[in-house]
C-alpha cells in the first residue's frame, strides 16, 4: 500500500506552544504536501516540498522532507486557537499521465486557548 | 475568484438508489480529481480526469464512474449505493501539482 503513516493520531497543545507531526511514506514521490481541514469540511492546501527539497517555510509552518528515511515533518511555531483542525499528509505520485495524491490518515490538532 | 465549488452540499439517499455529484473547478484548471473520504480517515483517490480524458482510476468498484465536461467541470455516479459509502465526496482541481480541493458532498445512505 502507497498509504502514508501520521504520527501522532491526536496532539493536544497550549496556545503558543509548537506543534510537531509526523508523516512516513513507503514509496518514492514526486513531491509531499499537506493539507489541514476543518470539522469534516474542504480541506486546505497548505504547503508543498518536492522530492528534491529538504526544508520549506511559510510564515509559522516549517515542513522538512528526508527520502533517504522516506518521512516529513510539518512544525507549526506559536500555535493559535484558530489552529486546531485535522493535518493530513499527502504523497503526490505521478506516472503513465497520472498524477493522485495518497493521504494519510491524519493528525487531530487541538489547541488549548 | 471563485474556489472549487461542489453540488449538493448534502444528500441523502437509500442502498440500492444511484447518486450524481457536480464539481466546477477554478477557472483555468482543466484537471479535476475526486476523492472519498470516510468518518476518521484521510482522503482516499477516486478518479482523476484531464482534458475530459480519464488519466487515473483509484482502487473502486464499478459502480463508480466520472466523466469531464467541455467547459472542465465534472460529475461522479454511483450506482447500487451501499451502505458504506456514506463518506464525504471531495473534488479538487489543479493547474500543476497543487490541488485545490472544494467543501465536499456529504453523502448519507441509509
Known amino acids: 500500500s502507497q498509504q502514508g503513516e501520521e504520527d501522532p493520531q491526536a496532539l493536544s497543545i497550549q496556545e503558543g506552544e509548537n506543534a510537531t507531526m509526523n508523516c512516513s511514506y513507503k514509496?518514492?514521490?514526486?513531491?509531499l504536501q499537506w493539507y489541514r481541514q476543518n470539522s469534516g469540511r474542504g480541506l486546505v492546501h497548505l504547503i508543498l516540498?518536492?522530492?528534491?527539497?529538504r526544508e520549506k517555510h511559510s510564515g509559522r509552518l516549517r515542513v522538512t522532507l528526508d527520502t533517504s528515511k522516506k518521512s516529513s515533518s510539518l512544525l507549526i511555531t506559536a500555535s493559535r486557537a484558530a489552529d486546531t483542525a485535522s493535518y493530513f499528509c499527502?504523497?503526490?505520485?505521478?506516472?503513465?499521465?497520472?498524477?493522485?495524491?495518497?493521504f494519510g490518515k491524519g493528525t487531530k490538532l487541538s489547541v488549548i486557548p | 475568484d471563485a474556489g472549487v465549488t461542489q453540488s449538493p452540499t448534502h444528500l441523502i439517499k437509500t442502498r440500492g438508489q444511484h447518486v450524481t455529484l457536480r464539481c466546477s473547478p477554478i477557472?483555468?484548471?482543466?484537471?479535476v480529481s475526486w476523492y472519498q473520504q470516510v468518518l476518521g480517515q484521510g482522503p482516499q483517490f477516486i478518479f482523476q480526469?484531464?482534458?475530459?480524458?480519464?488519466?487515473g482510476r483509484g482502487n473502486f468498484p464499478d459502480r463508480f464512474s466520472a466523466r469531464q465536461f467541455p467547459n472542465y467541470s465534472s460529475e461522479l455516479n454511483v450506482n447500487a449505493l451501499l451502505l458504506g459509502d456514506s463518506a464525504l465526496y471531495l473534488c479538487?482541481?489543479?493547474?500543476?501539482?497543487?490541488?485545490?480541493f472544494g467543501p465536499g458532498t456529504r453523502l448519507t445512505v441509509l
Open positions: 479538487a482541481s489543479s493547474l500543476s501539482s497543487t490541488q485545490y
Open positions: 514509496t518514492s514521490i514526486n513531491n
Open positions: 516540498i518536492r522530492s528534491n527539497e
Open positions: 499527502a504523497m503526490a505520485y505521478s506516472g503513465a499521465g497520472s498524477y493522485q495524491l495518497t
Open positions: 477557472s483555468g484548471h482543466k484537471s
Open positions: 480526469y484531464y482534458e475530459k480524458e480519464e488519466r
